[in-house]
């Protein structure tokens, strides 16, 4: 029996369908996403989206959709879906009798006696998606028209009907190839079979995509259809439809879907669903191996990368090792850019989160050789930027602590911005990362030793030492159980925010035992919920509980209330730091928690963040690097802690 279950009765009921969206990575950066009924409720949706490397290599929808037409005895039944203000049309989702998404997605439609199975595959590091169509029963010659609907636009905009489109198209083998601008490439569309294309080529206005406007964006779109594909099926048939940005052969096109059948990895239980979306983050282009932060929008950011590996990678050091040589090639002046090939070198605590990614790769591979050769040295440089100063305001103050302090610019992961102000500014002093540079000098200095550099090795230890002589008296404010956020020319800053949690479960922490205790009592009765951290607690006056709206008032609660599960996993760390094997039951609670986020919205997947007040709804992206990596990094911590003896 399947692990993922779907109500079949319901899915013909919209409310529930278009609640659950499916996502399929090729793992080179091009994706398919939708809903389980195919209908696209999001400008991020498409068959086939992919980066174009002719417009700098930013993702672009080609392929919206794909209307299949069964006809029978001159009577057609439009299986497709599509959103219109006021209206669905065609209303092809009625005809859904089953959803599978074990292997691969499929659904099965029943038009009178005719039963048709869809089942989709993404090639794996190819520019190609392939759509097997398979007719299951049928009691009178069939035909099966398929009419492919063009966007050809940047994921981020809409398209709208123009007279610069060029409607032409040139005939392959068994299809066509449309280039509907001249920047773009080619699409080529082609059948496993023989086919007869009929040319209708119309725009279609006012495609509504509802999330969109939910979220307080432009949300209709016209597509372009060029016209559609007709061919006979018969009974027991399975015809193969791809979409690729070259050339294929037809008669090939049967045994690569069979062949990229063969390997998939199973959806058969929680861990093996998060496994399977952890291999989508990971991107492979050229010489590089990166982390997408999330779906849909987001692209490579290199903080997220950080707090992402351990989680992801775990079990495969080889990839872990490769996303790191690929990023850390981007350190300039002991900085890290925000995002891949970007020029904002502002992060006070993304170098920090370096060290982190790094300890936790040694920890799994025992590859010191490589930490000592190839990011000793970068370590390195990083903190004698930090130690001098560097230029994005930051410094080292006497006390060892670092200040950072950039007038209008957030420098830590709390970085929300409405009208060009930032939200939580946090200058100064910030508990998380100073608990970052503690741990980051001490883990240097491991290595320091070792090579056998002196003059560096006592400068760390020197460094240390202040730290831990300043780190608690900064922090800590009288009568409180939890630890200042930050400290800035005014004080500090007393709202209860998780922060302080990093300072409890980095290898390397300035706080006494007692002191943790304290801290995470405070944070678990005001601050956690089954779905992971508040960013500020509910008794704040700063609160929001809901994130939603616009995209000014969804910023503007993003870090005042909203929960993030990444934070869950520094929180469980530490407590198992704590209490050892008796954590083990309340940490499988916390991590069955989001069980249930296999089948709803993101399907296999965890959402970016959710709202802080009960019932803590799914919000942000349907696909978050760093949530899906936090609970897989908790089954690790709750598997070690199993293994070890009493």
């Known amino acids: ?151 050809y636009r940047n994921i981020h905009s809409l398209s709208k009907a123009n007279l610069y489109c060029d409607i032409h198209f040139k005939p392959v083998a068994s299809g066509i190839a449309s280039k509907l601008y001249a920047a773009y490439p080619s699409l080529y569309m082609q059948l496993s079979k023989k086919n007869e294309f009929v040319a209708v080529p119309d725009w279609y206005y006012n495609v509504e995509y509802i999330e969109e406007k939910k979220r307080g964006y432009e949300y209709l779109e016209d597509l372009f259809s060029p016209g559609y594909f007709e061919t006979d099926i018969a009974k027991g048939e399975s015809v193969v439809f791809s979409a690729s940005l070259k050339e294929v052969s037809p008669s090939s096109l049967l045994d690569e879907f069979n062949r990229e059948m063969t390997g998939r990895p199973p959806k058969n239980s929680f861990t093996s669903c998060l496994r399977n979306t952890a291999d989508q983050f990971v991107m492979r282009k050229s010489k590089n191996t990166e982390i997408v932060s999330g779906y849909h929008w987001y692209g490579c950011r290199t903080r997220d990368t950080f707090l992402s590996l351990p ?224 960013t500020v607690s509910p008794t704040d006056p700063v609160y929001k509980g809901m994130y939603e709206g616009t995209p000014a008032e969804r910023d503007a609660a993003f870090h005042q209330g909203t929960v993030h599960v990444w934070l869950l996993a520094h929180y469980v760390e530490a407590r198992f730091k704590l209490y050892g094997k008796a954590f083990i039951a309340e940490a499988k609670r916390l991590m069955r928690g989001f069980e249930e986020d296999m089948t709803s919205r993101g399907l296999c997947s965890i959402a970016e963040v959710y709202n802080g007040d009960p019932p803590h709804e799914a919000r942000g992206a349907i696909s978050q690097a760093w949530s899906v990596a936090a609970i897989l990094y908790i089954a690790q911590l709750i598997n070690r802690e199993s293994s070890i003896n009493n």
């Open 1 to 151: 029996m399947s692990y993922l279950k779907f109500n079949k009765s319901e899915l013909v009921n919209l409310e529930y369908s278009l609640s659950m969206e499916m996502l399929s990575t090729n793992r080179a950066g091009g994706y398919t996403s939708t809903t389980i009924v195919g209908c696209n409720t999001r400008k991020y949706h498409g068959w086939m989206v992919c980066p174009i490397k002719e417009l700098g290599g930013e993702k672009h929808v080609l392929l919206s959709s794909l209307d299949e037409t069964i006809v029978q005895h001159e009577q057609s039944f439009n299986l497709g879906i599509r959103k219109y203000p006021g209206s669905y049309d065609p209303r092809g989702h009625k005809y859904i009798i089953d959803f599978e998404f074990e292997p691969t997605p499929s659904l099965t439609y029943r038009v009178g006696g005719v039963v048709l199975k869809k089942e989709l595959i993404v090639v794996h590091n190819e520019e190609q998606i392939l759509m097997r169509y398979t007719l299951l029963d049928a009691h009178s010659p069939t035909l099966l028209r398929l009419k492919p609907m063009l966007a």
């Open 311 to 534: 989680g992801l990678l775990h079990d495969d050091p080889t990839t872990y090792k490769s996303v790191l040589d690929t990023v850390s090639a981007r350190l300039k002046n002991g900085m890290f850019p925000d995002v891949a090939d970007g020029d904002d070198y502002y992060a006070v605590d993304t170098p920090l989160w370096y060290f982190f990614a790094i300890q936790k790769y040694l920890q799994f591979s025992g590859d010191k050789d490589s930490v000592r050769k190839l990011y000793f040295p970068k370590m390195k440089s990083i903190i004698e930027a930090y130690a001098d100063g560097t230029n994005e305001g930051i410094r080292m103050h006497d006390n060892g602590l670092i200040w950072a302090e950039e007038q209008g610019v957030p420098k830590t992961w709390m970085n929300a911005v409405v009208d060009n102000r930032p939200v939580t500014p946090r200058y100064g002093y910030t508990v998380e990362v100073n608990a970052l540079w503690y741990n980051a000098v001490c883990f240097a200095l491991e290595f320091a030793k070792t090579s056998r550099d002196k003059s560096f090795a006592s400068r760390l230890a020197d460094i240390a030492g202040k730290i831990e002589a300043s780190y608690y008296n900064v922090f800590a404010i009288p009568d409180s159980k939890h630890l200042a956020d930050y400290v800035g020319s005014a004080g500090q800053n007393k709202r209860i925010r998780p922060n302080q949690i990093i300072a409890t479960s980095l290898p390397y922490s300035p706080l006494s035992e007692e002191t943790k205790e304290t801290i995470l009592k405070s944070v678990k009765y005001d601050l956690l919920t089954p779905k992971g951290i508040r």
